[in-house]
T-cell receptor
Framework: DAGVIQSPRHEVTEMGQEVTLRCKPI?????LFWYRQTMMRGLELLIY????????DSGMPEDRFSAKMPNASFSTLKIQPSEPRDSAVYFC????????????FGSGTQLSVL | GESVGLHLPTLSVQEGDNSIINCAYS??????FIWYKQESGKGPQFIID?????DKRQGQRVTVLLNKTVKHLSLQIAATQPGDSAVYFC????????????FGGGTRLMVKP
């Protein structure tokens, strides 16, 4: 199993540009999560999906952030327009089913907004 | 869980010694807990989990202890190795039967050769 695959690994962009982060969960997993990690705030849950449906997006910081999961094998997190304070590592994680089980994390996308 | 913020607690141990990393969780309703290890430049990696109907669980070189009375979780690593150097996070589910995990701020483990 290839694990959770995220792309790109690194993204450097200028303030105001649109950024799209991509995630492929582990095949057969029903839940997908987007987390953001910063030194200031640690790991924060942004949004999660069960069976491709967004369940809780209360962690999404602003309307500039949006996430989609068009099918069971793909999700995107979009920031438009991006701002320097969005600079962080963004992790995608998947879980086999919607219950108490471990999350499998991808390697993350290091985003730098200049 | 641990408060998140600027300061990351650090535990420094000698190679071969045992390590104990502690976590105070906040929600008494939490009934599922996980420990993750995160190495530099990588995503968090699952180490071990425990449910609230247990107070101890052992894995390979790791043991998790749960004390629900004082809402305390610990991770014990036996015979610590240089490869154990990483940031360790505890996570709790907040008692919701769904799948939202709240992560603590993490503890950095440094292993001296």
């Amino acid at each position: 199993d290839a694990g959770v695959i995220q792309s790109p690994r690194h993204e450097v962009t200028e303030m105001g540009q649109e950024v799209t982060l991509r995630c492929k969960p582990i095949s057969g997993h029903n839940s997908l999560f987007w987390y953001r990690q910063t030194m200031m705030r640690g790991l924060e849950l942004l949004i999660y999906f069960n069976n491709n449906v967004p369940i809780d997006d209360s962690g999404m910081p602003e309307d500039r952030f949006s996430a989609k999961m068009p099918n069971a094998s793909f999700s995107t997190l979009k920031i438009q327009p991006s701002e320097p304070r969005d600079s962080a590592v963004y992790f995608c994680a998947s879980q086999r089913r919607a219950t108490n089980e471990k999350l499998f994390f991808g390697s993350g996308t290091q985003l730098s907004v200049l | 869980g641990e408060s998140v913020g600027l300061h990351l607690p650090t535990l420094s141990v000698q190679e071969g010694d045992n390590s104990i990393i502690n976590c105070a969780y906040s929600n008494s309703a939490s009934d599922y807990f996980i420990w993750y290890k995160q190495e530099s430049g990588k995503g968090p990696q699952f180490i071990i989990d425990i449910r609230s109907n247990m107070d101890k669980r052992q894995g390979q070189r790791v043991t998790v202890l749960l004390n629900k009375t004082v809402k305390h979780l610990s991770l014990q690593i036996a015979a610590t190795q240089p490869g154990d150097s990483a940031v360790y996070f505890c996570a709790e589910n907040g008692g919701n039967a769904g799948n939202m995990l709240t992560f603590g701020g993490g503890t950095r483990l440094m292993v001296k050769p």
